[in-house]
């Protein structure tokens, strides 16, 4: 059996290396499995809550949902997924406690997070970033959200203060 050892990306040239000694092997992943377009590289990830920063369930959480999935469709190009949701805590603003072992559970709240991601076309994204953000500020205004947060590229970002209704 021929051992190759780990398979490495190679940005320069969108192959992966199959590092076998004392040669590598480059192989076009896209060709060998028929993939007709460019990977998309970068993924947004919205993170909607069950509750809002009291601790009361949101009001049509389906809603915000569909339209949060509606968005993150036409940046993604086709389509965004939503994953069931996550057990989630976060501590309450006027509790920022700073050291673990002195935080208690009236510190916490415990809610349920659908995390919705979709990996982006860089066009599209550009194109609705004004819908994206009129979205999260909507949310977190009209749901009474202590903190809006997302993921893009791997960076975490938090948006406390919203915009005002239009």
Same mark, same amino acid.
């Given at each position: 059996?021929? %051992? =190759?050892?780990?398979?490495?990306? *190679? +940005?320069?040239? *969108?192959?992966?290396?199959?590092?076998?000694?004392?040669? &590598?092997?480059? $192989?076009?992943?896209?060709?060998?499995?028929?993939?007709?377009?460019?990977?998309?590289?970068?993924?947004?990830?919205?993170?909607? +809550? @069950?509750?809002?920063?009291?601790?009361?369930?949101?009001?049509?959480?389906?809603?915000?949902?569909?339209?949060?999935?509606?968005?993150?469709?036409? !940046?993604?190009?086709?389509?965004?997924?939503?994953?069931? +949701?996550?057990?989630?805590?976060?501590?309450?603003?006027?509790?920022?406690?700073?050291?673990? @072992?002195?935080?208690? &559970?009236?510190?916490? $709240?415990?809610?349920?997070? !659908?995390?919705?991601?979709?990996?982006?076309? +860089?066009?599209?994204?550009?194109?609705?970033?004004?819908?994206?953000?009129?979205?999260?500020? %909507? =949310?977190?205004?009209?749901?009474?959200?202590?903190?809006?947060? =997302? &993921?893009?590229?791997? #960076? =975490?970002?938090?948006?406390? #203060?919203?915009?005002?209704?239009?």
């Amino acid at each position: 059996m021929t %051992r =190759f050892g780990l398979l490495t990306f *190679d +940005p320069e040239s *969108d192959k992966i290396i199959l590092g076998s000694m004392p040669e &590598e092997t480059f $192989l076009n992943l896209a060709e060998l499995l028929g993939v007709q377009e460019e990977p998309s590289v970068q993924q947004l990830a919205l993170y909607i +809550p @069950d509750k809002n920063r009291h601790g009361d369930k949101i009001d049509n959480l389906e809603g915000w949902i569909e339209e949060a999935k509606k968005i993150l469709s036409v !940046i993604g190009g086709s389509g965004a997924t939503a994953m069931p +949701p996550a057990d989630g805590s976060w501590l309450k603003f006027e509790s920022r406690a700073l050291d673990a @072992d002195a935080v208690t &559970e009236q510190d916490l $709240l415990f809610e349920k997070t !659908i995390i919705i991601y979709s990996y982006i076309e +860089p066009e599209k994204f550009m194109k609705n970033l004004q819908p994206l953000r009129e979205f999260l500020h %909507r =949310f977190g205004r009209e749901t009474d959200q202590g903190e809006v947060v =997302f &993921e893009f590229d791997l #960076k =975490f970002y938090k948006i406390s #203060k919203y915009d005002e209704a239009k």
